[in-house]
């Protein structure tokens, strides 16, 4: 595997490094594939470096080259673009080309998440931006065409975690401890067989020992 290097500048929070070395200038294929290090200096000094794999880089638009639908590209202004066309011999951002955007780690927060289910071709990758949820976590997708399994590879910052899954699942009532894992008000629980939902907050009483508390659902 062919590797190049380069020194960030800076410290930047790992929640908002693909956004940060967008506005640093750097290289797309260092946004989308570095593994950080550090490079040993003189009198035992040490400086962090980003190495990045030639491998998995996303080209230079290419004048000469007739590009494919769902290619990408990216031009010297640091945006990268997708093909739109088969066929496309145009320029970015001309007809056929649509810049791809990184909206950020907040609005993907905000975002549906969907289960992240194995990639079977092309056709089906998940785009940068994309929302799963996957082994109870929420993860991003910060790749063009990420086919990457959300958890793994995680130096080459294929996928950003940005929280936990929401989960749906009802869960057996427990004896709560104290104020801080009483159920809240619209909490639901299995008790017994069946499901009840919470009608107060800072119930730390089961359905039985304090009815006015639950309704069964």
Request: proline residues 6%; glycine residues 8%; negative net charge.
């Given at each position: 595997?062919?590797?190049g290097?380069m020194t960030p500048i ?6 908002t490094?693909?956004?940060n070395l967008?506005?640093?200038?750097c290289?797309?294929q260092v946004?989308w594939?570095f593994?950080?290090?550090?490079q ?5 000094q040490?400086?962090t470096?980003w190495?990045f794999?030639?491998?998995?880089m ?8 007739v590009y ?5 590209c ?8 997708v ?7 145009n320029?970015?951002p001309?007809?056929?080309w649509?810049?791809?955007v990184?909206e950020?780690i907040?609005?993907?927060e ?6 992240w289910v194995?990639v ?13 949820e ?8 910060n790749?063009p065409?990420n086919s ?6 995680t ?5 950003i975690?940005?929280?936990a899954?929401e989960?749906?699942e009802i ?7 104290g104020?801080?894992?009483a159920?809240?008000?619209g909490d639901r629980?299995?008790f017994e067989g069946?499901?009840?939902e919470s009608?107060i ?11 006015q508390?639950w309704?069964?659902?």
């Amino acid at each position: 595997m062919k590797r190049g290097a380069m020194t960030p500048i800076g410290t930047m929070p790992q929640a908002t490094v693909t956004e940060n070395l967008r506005h640093q200038g750097c290289p797309v294929q260092v946004r989308w594939d570095f593994k950080e290090e550090q490079q040993e200096l003189e009198e035992g000094q040490t400086q962090t470096v980003w190495t990045f794999a030639y491998d998995n880089m996303v080209e230079k638009w290419n004048r000469l080259k007739v590009y494919a639908k769902e290619e990408t590209c990216w031009l010297n202004n640091g945006k990268v673009y997708v093909s739109e066309i088969d066929n496309n011999k145009n320029k970015p951002p001309q007809s056929g080309w649509k810049e791809i955007v990184f909206e950020g780690i907040t609005k993907a927060e905000e975002q549906e998440a969907k289960t992240w289910v194995p990639v079977t071709g092309a056709h089906d990758v998940y785009k940068l931006g994309e929302v799963v949820e996957h082994s109870g976590k929420k993860y991003v997708s910060n790749h063009p065409a990420n086919s990457w399994e959300p958890g793994t590879l995680t130096y080459l910052n294929l996928w950003i975690e940005i929280g936990a899954a929401e989960s749906n699942e009802i869960l057996p009532w427990v004896q709560p401890t104290g104020a801080h894992d009483a159920y809240q008000k619209g909490d639901r629980v299995l008790f017994e067989g069946k499901t009840y939902e919470s009608l107060i907050d800072a119930n730390v009483w089961s359905p039985t020992s304090y009815p006015q508390g639950w309704k069964e659902i």
